[in-house]
């Protein structure tokens, strides 16, 4: 019996692909949150290095990495852990399609997503074969519930999660014996302010303890990793000791030269690079967002993360033709649930050239 998955919806996009590619001065591809900018040298540098690497790497990550990894939760997001506390995984896609089946989670057990959510926490409940659930209200969460996902920054919108809401989301899961699970790839990428966004690992939302709580994060939107699959776990000590003994079984290994380009990636001194990303896509979004508004676009959140969530107040998929009519294509808003089918989601990882591109031809059609 096979499962039962919805497609998947970036193949929807290609008809509109092969028309923006049409357009004069070529397409503008801002569909996907692909980085294009340079994997800092240092990083790059410290995979060379280690390519000589013959036998099996460490499932639960070498010493240095799980030390890194904590050091870097205190430097960069205020959070006190032990190195026992982290577990590197195989980017996050694959720890977001896994962790309920690798939690155990089955049918008749509810996983809680977002509303406006990545697609991906749907499909990791449905090959668990447990039941998903759009629920952004802790109060309506069921008694079946055994898993929840927060998102914050939230892709595709930039929602920002405050600490009393993830006091209480907390509250509720621990109520319901669940565990709970906040994505946090774009917390770097905070654009009201010069510190990261609030970490479900805060002191301030757990209290004195991490019972059935884990952070998500990758390197790949901050340090331009997204080719090497690199990301990581950390918070209840139990259930990342739970997990470990899992992917130990099922050969969830990152390999032993991107362990260590991750340690450099998550060094002090990899600070100035990730902070120096940061304002490349800060000076992108600053053409983009006057451009839309030209437009006839309002933006709504996007105040964090690698994205702008727009709406001309029409269905998603006529604003994805008309933008693709000027060569520029962007994600339907339908694609991260009924709460966006009247926006769009316009990435930031256009080359500057191109982003320049698609501002131009923004504020150009706002003259016509």
Not at 139 to 154: I, Q
Not at 173 to 190: P, Q, S, T
Not at 240 to 253: C, D, P, Q, S, T
Not at 299 to 314: F, Q
């Amino acid at each position: 019996m096979g499962l039962t998955l919805p497609d998947f919806p970036w193949d929807r996009l290609e008809p509109y692909r092969e028309r923006a590619a049409a357009h004069p001065d070529g397409v503008v591809d801002l569909a996907v949150g692909s980085p294009v900018d340079p994997t800092p040298e240092r990083v790059r540098q410290a995979l060379a290095v280690a390519t000589d690497a013959p036998a099996y790497p460490q499932t639960s990550g070498t010493p240095a990495l799980r030390q890194a990894i904590a050091d870097w939760y205190g430097r960069r997001r205020g959070v006190a852990l032990e190195a026992r506390n982290t577990l590197p995984t195989i980017g996050s896609k694959e720890l977001v399609g896994l962790l309920p089946t690798l939690l155990g989670i089955g049918e008749g057990d509810v996983v809680v997503h977002p509303t406006a959510a990545y697609p991906t926490y749907e499909v990791g409940a449905r090959i668990a074969r447990a039941t998903p659930l759009a629920s952004d209200d802790p109060d309506a969460w069921p008694d079946t519930t055994r898993l929840v996902w927060l998102n914050s920054p939230r892709n595709p919108d930039g929602q920002v999660l405050g600490i009393p809401f993830l006091r209480r989301a907390v509250q509720r899961a621990r109520e319901l014996g669940a565990v709970i699970a906040n994505d946090e790839c774009y917390a770097e990428l905070n654009w009201g302010s010069d510190a990261p966004v609030p970490s479900i690992l805060d002191a301030e939302v757990i209290g004195d303890s991490r019972r059935l709580v884990l952070s998500v994060y990758s390197l790949s939107k901050q340090s331009n990793l997204a080719g090497y699959r690199a990301a990581f776990v950390a918070g209840c000590g139990d259930l990342i000791a739970e997990l470990l003994e899992v992917r130990k079984h099922a050969g969830l290994i990152p390999p032993l030269p991107v362990q260590l380009a991750m340690v450099a990636a998550l060094s002090p001194e990899s600070d100035a690079d990730v902070a120096a990303q940061k304002e490349r896509y800060r000076a992108r979004r600053a053409l983009l967002v006057p451009a839309l508004e030209r437009a006839g676009f309002r933006i709504d959140e996007s105040t964090a993360g690698l994205y702008l969530w727009a709406t001309r107040g029409e269905d998603s998929w006529d604003t994805v033709g008309w933008l693709a009519g000027l060569g520029i294509v962007v994600a339907p808003g339908a694609f991260y649930g009924a709460a966006g089918r009247r926006h769009i989601r316009m990435a930031l990882t256009g080359t500057d050239e191109r982003v320049a591109a698609a501002a131009r031809r923004l504020s150009a059609s706002s003259n016509r």
